[in-house]
Structures are given as C-alpha cells and as structure tokens.
C-alpha cells in the first residue's frame, strides 16, 4: 500500500515542474552570464559573482532597491489600515447587530464588482487631493480592495469565540471598548493571521492601482518589473534577478503562514 | 445584557473607520464616476461639458468594445473550466497518503504567492524567441511554434492564465475535498463501489455546490483579467487579445477619455446586476451550511 503511492509523488512533482517553470526559468537566467543568457537557453555558464543580483540590489543605478521599499511600505501599511477598519466593524456587525444583515452582503456585493470600476474615480479623487504618485493613495486603494473579505473573515473567526467569555468580562465590569481591545482581539489570532497574509499578498499583487496612481516616486515592483522589461529588454539577466527578488518577500511570508493562507482562501470562498 | 443606547454608541464608535472609508472611497467615488460617464471629459480637452447619453451612445456603437467584451466572456469561460477540471484532478491525486505530500502541497500553492503582474515579466523572460527556455525546448523537439502570433496567441494566454490560477482551484478544491465526511468512502467502499462510481455517484454530486461556488468565484475573477494579458500583450496583436479591462484602461490613460471610460466601467456594472442577487444567494447558502 506504502510503496504504490510513490507514482502519486512523481505525477505531482511533474505538474508541480510545469507551474514553476517562469520562476525556475527566472532563477537560472539570473545565475548565468550575459554571453550564456544571449547564446541561447542551454548554454551553461554561471556567473559566481552574482552580478545579475547585484546590479538589481542598485549597482547599475536601477530605481529597483526604491520599488522594493515602495511595495513595502505599501503592503505593510494596508495590511494594517485593513485590520483597524475591519475589526472593529466586524464586531459591531456581529456581537451588536450593527447594520443587520446589510453590510456583509455590501461586502460580499462590492467583492463581486471589478476592481476597474473604480480606477477613473480613484485617479480623479486622488488627482484632485494631491495624492497621486504617493503611497498613500495605493495604501488606501488596496484597503479598499482588502477591506470586503478582512471583514468577512472577522465576521467568522469572532463568531467563533465563546460569548460566555466577554460576558463574563462585562459582569466583572468591564466596557465595551475594553473587551474588543483586551479579550476579542488578542482571542482571534488565527483570524488577524489570516486577514494579514492574503492582505499582505493581496496589496503586494496589485498592478492596477499601482499603475494608474502612481508614475515614479510611489511606484512599487510590479508596476517597476513590468516597466523594466519594456524598458530595458535586453537586460535579461538583471530583469531576472530583480524579478526573483520581488517574488521573494511574499513567497516566504506566505509559506510561513500557509496554514493561515489555506484557511483564510477557503473560508473566504466558501462563504463569500 | 447591554443597554440599548450603550449598544448603539458603541457600533457607531467601532464602525466608524469603516464607514469613513466607505463614504470616501465608495460613495464619493461612485458618485464622481457617474458624473464623468455622463460628461465630456476629455485630457486633451480643457474644460468638461455635460454630455447626456452621448458616451453611452458612442459605446453601444464601438465594435472594440463588444468585441472587447466578447474576448473576455470567452477567454473567463475557458480558462474557468480548465481550471476547474485541473484543479480538481490534482486535488482528488492529492487525497490520499503519500512520500513527500506535505513539501508538495506547499509547493502547489507557489503561483498564489506570486503577483501576475511579476509572473507575467517571468512569462515574457521563459517565451521570448531568443532566449527564452520554452522556444527553446520546442526548437529542441524540432517543432517552429511562434507563441505570440495571432493564430497561437489564444492557447498562450489560456495556458499562461492555467499556470498562475490552477493552484487556486486546486485548493479550494483540496479544502472542500477534505471537508467531505470519510464515512461516505467507508461506505461506499463496503457497498463494492468502484473508484469511478465513488467519483461520479458520491464525491461529485455531494462537492457540487462547493464546486460550483469555486467555479463562480474564479468566473467572476477571471472577467477582471488585466495584468497577465496587458503585460504579454498589450491588448495585441491589434485588439484581438483585449479585455474589457483593458479597454477601460486605455481609453482612459491611453486615449485620455474618462467620460467614455467611466461609461464603459458602468456598462460592466450594469451587466453584473442582474446575477447579483443569485450571486448572493448562492454565497449565503454556503455560509449557512456549514
């Protein structure tokens, strides 16, 4: 029984080839040399200098090392914007009936309407506040974004929570403002987790938004990568490395917590 | 237990950052798109004038833009099914012991991680005609595909699209999968069902509305493909790979029009709301299962 179970192994590890092989692809383009990389694929030369990787680290003078601080920013701040906005309103929502069954299904209407929908209204508004080309405006956007299914996902992981606890609490006097601080929010760790890395994810992927809000100084990777390879379509080797590199942050955050990622997606889809 | 005005305060207090939100990048937002579909806005223009229908008007004429639309209900269609069926195969592969399972799964789940837009620059590095590792293997197989020609350029993006999203149904497949009660295999392995009927008689028809909720969820996702196909193709060659998204996008930072792009925008919208509220039905309901 143990033994057959090996051609499982090998089928999965050949579809698994198939669905890395840009990022396979990527890795071994930034390893080999200018002259391999131009003599053609199967050229084995590999640089040990790793000049490719310092070149998109800044030695060539690329705004890469901005871009990555950019994205940075841009994820960490909405992925903590999203958490102060939504966690509190899913409590609202579900331990004090605030605005009846109206604002999940707002959230679950707003998740189905196209991102685009709003890009025209997002780059006037922003345009008209002087927030263009700021991160501001992409951390609010991807909150935006983030915000429906966090508020979903809260919704969840508080009805989760035995109300006898915070009943307790508010017997031994304590407000309402004390128990969502002091006993909701530390209870629902796995909830913050998982609300935490899709946003992470999430705000990270976004190439719309950052596109059209911002033009230089705001600009994050996906929108500088894509730029790069117009741009700058000779250079593959580089290109490849600081498109590895740019994978890498949420690559790593996102494995580390992929228990969180599996719950949060399945939970997210399952129920809207 | 609380009071009711205590009730109130409180909700109003804790909702607040929400609805803040809500009415600034929601309200404000919805109501300035609205206004602009119904102007003429133009960059090149100084000032805007209203414009009544005229935007409307002037889409319901375009060709781009139905075929536009037509490219994006086709390509959604497409890739959603294969995905589904992938996904759902490699699920049922995974649903059982075997060496290695936990490093493999993880593995499965890499595209998740990876931005479309960046997986997007990583396709055009692997298919490039020169030095690109797939034109290459081809080469070496003696076969002369040129992956970006109009007449292969469909099967590329649907294949591109099936790299990045399959490992999305895969796992929300696997999720629902070991959702199922083993007894139900227990059983009907006692009952002498063979592998086939198990799937076609007792897996498929128990999983099928979480299937179906995978498939509308992924649908409705694809229709708002943008990054994948802007970054390989431009919405080319001429506009034959162009999404609605992308029409959108042009004709406002491309041609400078948001009077027309924000028309297009509500015309998608307007679309959407007659499946709103089975869409809506069909979330509930699983919320409520489970």
Redesign the interface.
Known sequence: MKKR??W??I???F??L??????L??L??SLRTDNA??S???VWEFDKDLTHFKNALGAAGYDFPSFFRNSLVISCFTVFLTV???F??A???VR????GPWLP?LA???R??????????????FTSYDMIDKPISLI??N??LN?TLA?LLFCDAIREIPIEIE?AA?VDGAS??RI?ARITFPLIGPGIAAVGVLTF?FS?????FA??LSSSNATP???G??N??TSYGVR?GD??AA?FL??LP??IF??AA?RF??KG??AG???? | ??LKT??TI??????A???L?LAS??I???V??VQ?AFSRDRLSEFEVTAAGLDNFITLLNAPNFWSSLGFTLSYAVIVTSLEIVLGFT?AL??D??????KL?F?????????????????????L?E????????LR?MGLEVSIFAQKSIFTTLVSLDM?EY???TF??SY??LQSMPKELFESAAIDGASARQTLFRVTLPILQP?LF??FL?RF?DS??T??LIY?MTGGGPGTTTQT??IY??KA??AYGD?GL??AA??L??LF?VPF?PG??R???L??ER?
């Open positions: 179970s090996y499982v192994t089928i999965a590890f579809f698994i198939i669905f890395l092989t840009p990022l692809g990527a071994y383009t990389i131009l053609g694929p199967f102060i906005v939504s509190p309103a409590y609202a929502i004090l009936g605030f605005g299904r679950v209407a707003l189905i309407t196209p991102a685009i929908f709003f890009m025209v209204p997002f780059y006037k508004l609010l956007s909150t935006f915000m508020l009943e508010r309402i403002g969502v994810l990270w992927s976004d190439y719309l596109v059209v990777v996906t929108v990568a894509a790069f390879v593959w290109i490849s498109v740019s994978v949420p690559l996102a494995t992929q990622l599996v997606l399945s889809a399952v129920k809207g | 237990m609380l205590e009730r409180a909700s109003w207090v804790l909702s950052p929400l609805l939100l990048l929601l404000w937002p919805l300035l798109g602009t490699l592969l995974f059982r012991a075997f060496p290695a399972k493999l993880s593995l499965m789940l890499v595209p998740i991680m990876v931005a479309p837009a960046l997986l997007a620059v990583m396709f055009r590095l692997i490039n020169n030095i690109g590792l797939v034109p290459g293997l070496l790299l399959t490992a999305f796992l929300l999720s629902s979480s909720i995978i969820l409705l229709l708002r943008f990054d970054i609605v998204g959108i996008f406002a930072f948001f792009a924000s925008a509500i998608i919208v959407l709103m869409i809506l069909q979330f509930n699983a919320g489970k």
